[in-house]
């Protein structure tokens, strides 16, 4: 499964408000539920934050992949925001994080949910496709670009 499968125009968020790394957890998740007609009263941001208490999910690269699994979370859905400013997300590299793409997935879906997000780690260590994404200057144009960097990068 590829990660332009699991977003919509309405879950991404081109200019993220968020100036920690808590806040911007918490603005993906409401866009997500917004986005995706979740209705989880707290699950998927309680979920996501103890998962990253656990260990950081900025993996480098200026990218963090928040994730988690959650019962009102009925398929796996994304969020993707781009933070032009940077966050200090805790990332392996110490660097700050431009891209910030939140995973949720029903609770049994590991093996899907696994696959999703080695593919978007692939993904993202690519800085070509990191700058299309921070250029986007729409919804559809962002999706645009990740569909053609998921063509040329991730097979099917």
């Known amino acids: 499964m590829r990660l332009s499968e699991l977003l919509n125009t309405s879950a991404i968020v081109l200019r993220l408000q968020a100036r920690s790394k808590r806040e911007a957890i918490v603005e993906l998740v409401d866009t997500l539920e917004a986005a995706h007609g979740f209705h989880s009263q707290g699950e998927i941001l309680s ?12 993996i480098g690269y200026g990218v963090a992949i928040p994730h988690g699994k959650a019962r009102a979370a009925t398929r796996p859905a994304a969020a993707f925001g781009v933070a032009p400013e940077g966050l200090d997300f805790d990332a392996v590299d110490g660097a700050p994080v431009h891209l910030v793409v939140l995973l949720v997935a029903p609770r049994n879906a590991a093996p899907e949910h696994v696959r999703v997000l080695g593919n978007v780690s692939r993904l993202l260590k690519e800085e070509s496709v990191r700058r299309a994404l921070r250029e986007a200057d729409s919804p ?17």
């Open 140 to 156: 559809e144009s962002f999706l645009d670009a990740l569909r053609a960097a998921e063509s040329a990068f991730i097979p099917q």
């Open 47 to 58: 979920e996501v934050m103890k998962r990253e208490d656990m260990m950081t999910t900025g």
